[in-house]
């Protein structure tokens, strides 16, 4: 059923950087094709007039789909580069010992590039309140990881530009640390489940990983193809819904209900998020149909938030070492913090 | 007899970790014998941070990553040796 993933030791790094750079050069070259070839493809090829709204919306869905796909390879290839010289061990031993403030701005930090699955939320949660991190500092990890994750970003990037993903990207630090202290001053220790603390590590000796060039590269392109491979769909069915809007919506025909002065769209635009969890790639090309009709961008980013960082999957995970009424806190905080977000950036922009 | 213990709750890469042990093993024709620890306090004994966990003859070999069968078969062959 699954092939296994040979062997790539055998190559040379020499070979490798090879072919690095050939792909390199061929990304730069693809990726500066696809605004003329959309074009042509529409207007020329299948012929449809320069100012018809379908051919309008096509041009759209056969220049976004390539230009997001491409970036989403090359980025997530340099991100799980990057992201391969941090580990959850290190990262536990860099948070040994930080106080409040320090430590959640630290760990919120930390959160964005060290490599995370929620699979993997259970041991982690475990492995830093054993070795004595607070638990609000734990908490700010725990809120950073998934909401600022390399698909959301690159998205926002490709779609949005650095301005977008870089405010949802500090507003999600900013959260993450906020709440963190929050649910570190109400003092909810007992609120682990009890068997987390009776957890006694018997044998201290970790393994370290250090891969090679050879082994970083290889493991890079795996989980560019698993990623890539698990997000396209939705890619593209995301932004033919996205082109239909932009060329079928008429312009501010959303301000009624998503503009700033809406200002129940903010927590509607939160509760709608939550269910779309595991469509974030899709939902992203519709967020920036929406910000062109007229959705105000605190909303939208409100909403972006929710979708990718208020998992019920993952709660259901941390159900496991985490009783109830700190899971309620927990989401109650996170919401409130998103909401909070989403109002001030309709305030202020 | 090798004992090999594959640490995580499910997930999908601990499955193929497992399938990767039990492939190696076949391989080079050893025996040993395969245990799928799913409970998070036998789990967390084993001080990991990340799943899935290998663990051969109660030594951590691996972790959070699916590890090449180039590398479990010579994990093997040391464990072998040492015993």
């Known amino acids: ?349 | 007899m090798l004992t090999i213990k594959v640490l995580g709750s499910g997930c999908a890469n601990c499955k193929r970790v497992e399938q990767i042990a039990h492939k190696v093993i076949t391989d080079i024709g050893i025996e040993a014998e395969v245990i799928k620890v799913t409970d998070y306090a036998e789990i967390m004994a084993y001080n990991i941070m990340s799943t899935p966990g290998l663990v051969v003859n109660e030594k951590v070999v691996s972790t959070g990553r699916i590890p090449t069968p180039a590398e479990v078969t010579s994990w093997l062959t040391n464990a072998l040796e040492t015993a």
């Open chain 1, 1 to 349: 059923m699954t092939t296994l993933t040979t062997n790539s030791n055998a190559h040379s790094t020499k070979q490798i950087a090879f072919v690095i750079f050939l792909s390199a050069v061929l990304w730069l070259a693809a990726y500066n094709l696809i605004q003329p070839l959309a074009n042509w493809l529409t207007y020329g090829l299948l012929g449809f007039a320069n100012d018809s709204r379908f051919g309008e919306s096509l041009a759209f869905f056969f220049y976004d789909v390539p230009k997001i796909i491409l970036l989403l390879s090359g980025m997530i290839f340099l991100i799980t580069i990057l992201r391969s010289f941090f580990s959850p061990e290190q990262t536990r031993a860099w948070l040994g010992g930080k106080r409040e403030g320090l430590g959640n701005l630290l760990a919120a930090s930390l959160g964005v590039v060290t490599p995370f699955c929620s699979c993997s939320a259970v041991p982690l949660f475990i492995g830093f309140v054993e070795s004595g991190i607070p638990l609000g500092v734990t908490f700010s990890f725990l809120i950073a990881a998934p909401m600022i994750n390399e698909i959301a970003l690159v998205m926002q990037f490709g779609l949005f530009g650095w301005k977008v993903a870089g405010l949802y990207m500090l507003s999600g630090i900013t959260i993450a640390i906020i709440a963190g202290i929050v649910i570190g001053r109400m003092k909810l220790e007992n609120q682990v489940e009890d068997f987390v603390w009776q957890i006694k590590a018997n044998q201290t000796q970790g393994v370290t990983y250090k891969p090679t060039w050879a082994e970083r590269f290889s493991n890079a392109w795996q989980s560019t193809k698993e990623i890539v491979g698990k997000v396209w769909l939705y890619v593209i069915i995301g932004i033919a819904v996205g082109a239909g809007i932009h060329g079928y919506v008429p312009e501010s025909a959303l301000v009624e209900i998503m503009g700033k002065n809406a200002w129940w769209s903010v927590p509607a635009a939160v509760v709608l998020g939550v269910p779309l969890y595991s469509n974030a790639a899709g939902v992203m090309p519709i967020a920036g149909a929406l910000i062109e009709k007229g959705a105000a961008l605190g909303t939208v980013l409100a909403f972006m938030m929710a979708v990718v960082g208020l998992s019920l999957a993952e709660m259901i995970i941390l159900r496991r070492v985490l009783k109830p009424k700190l899971i309620a806190i927990f989401i109650a905080t996170l919401t409130i913090g998103i909401i909070i977000t989403g109002y001030l950036f309709n305030i202020i922009l």
